[in-house]
């Protein structure tokens, strides 16, 4: 694990020391000042991680996927520039969302030249499957704004379906991961079934690790202030699993203390009697064991490389089963 | 004339066609409700055309730019959803903007997936020179976003350089014209000279259109309202040009009129007179003129065409010579 993690922050360095200069451009100042300081911003850079290993897995060099993982990094913080409006959320990595330190039209108009960026990036790849490439990328685009749609349509609602809420967090978490790994194969010479495998790895750690994150909300006591989900009445995995399979009793409960302006310590705790009782706890912890299964299942068909070895550590390091 | 008129009139009905079957989804209804309600919206559809003609005028049939010409007016959509957003602007085409018909999330988000939509129609162009094609499409994004960027810098300035103000007006209102007359040259297999002419051509007519604009505000007393520009404190090109033109005194006068709260009917009298004193009616005037004169000049360099001609008619009824 060591090696995994002097090899990924050596991608990590390289990754960032490039997005500080994500364009060599200093003007119009209220575009490129938080252009900058959006990409100066830090992060665990996973998902260009993903490309150059993913690229690597297949028997490419990773420095010929750099500029897809780059163009996927943007993408990302693209992402995060319209949701953070749209959350009404101040601060991001420790600092100021870009709505905050400057305002909503120069939030709305950073992301829209991030997506433009990102393409001029990604179009920089060296490759003769650039439509291709540029096919996955943008499918990526249209998904994640679908996925966004579903979560602000779930915010108001209870008639949520599991399967449905499954293709949100899909889509809204797992597509880029996907996008990563697909556009990482491609370049290092995949065929079309390592091309699907790494597909289907991504998925399976990008569903896994959103309901991990929901587990970990209510699980630990370090870290994330224990319940905030539910404080803040956010339609994670576990309130949508109990809704469907509690009973019509807590089911109606649950639904009470939704519609509560706050909530107190004990409802937080009558949520999580609920969860454990309609065997949300236990199906989400399978569910979770499963996707890391089947995600590492998928690496065993890749052959034996070094990049598969930290593809497998990297599923555990995001999943937080090792540190 | 008239002949003009029924072909691109049989152009745009083909363009609504498709625009009308943006998506074949209509779930997240979220999303896709307001895509279909923004490209349902109609609209002169000059850009998409100009692709058409463009390709035409250089050995092309238009039927191999529709997908391309398609996306151009996807991208044009999306910048008038997030532009509405950024101005507080509650109307457009006498139907309620996306942030006031939903709300300010769904317009962000929809202008997203615009983005998304438009690259997928580019990238169904079959053409060996794709990458070519979409590098020019994201270049054209980027410069966008500084032209809105420097639009929205100059809103609190009065210090503004006439050659920067050109920059961003060939940025916000000229680029999108050259975006669409470059990729159909491209497609129609134009030579890197033609290529030069129709971006060249387009570059003049947006520009000269741009001015045109500001002329008719002040000049006309039917259709727009008279000096509502003015009204409104917008700085035109006739603001600018006369902010760097007008004498000492001139120049004063102007700049505490439009630190006013509002704008009397006196108080645009008198800008109009220092507009004529300073010289700045008949330079804009002059540069219109010069432009239209110079785009003429460059359709004259391509082969005698029906497209040409049709180019040539575009330039007239956009600049309003003709009708």
Redesign the interface.
Known sequence: MDEFFTRINQYREQINHKLAAVSNKTT????YAPVHYVMSAGGKRIRPILVLLSCEAVGGRAEQSLNAALAIEILHN?TLV?DD??DHDDMRRGRQTVHEKWD???A??V???L???A??YL?KTNSAQ??DI??IF??G??EL??G???D??FENRFDIDLSRYMEMIEKKTAILLMTASEIGAIIGGADSNQRRILVEFSRQLGNAFQIQDDLIDIELTSGKTYGSDIKQKKKTYLFVHALNNASAAMRDSLIHIYHQNTITTDDIAIVLDIFEKSGTLTEARRVVDAGIKQAHAELMKLPTTTARSDLADMLDWILKRKS
């Not at 119009?28 to 575009?31: I, L, Q």
């Open positions: 119009p100042e209220s575009f693209f319209h409006i749209m909503e039209a120069t709305i108009l992301g829209d030249g997506v433009g960026l393409y001029s179009l650039i439509k540029c096919d943008t499918s685009i249209i704004c679908e966004q749609a579903l602000k349509e």
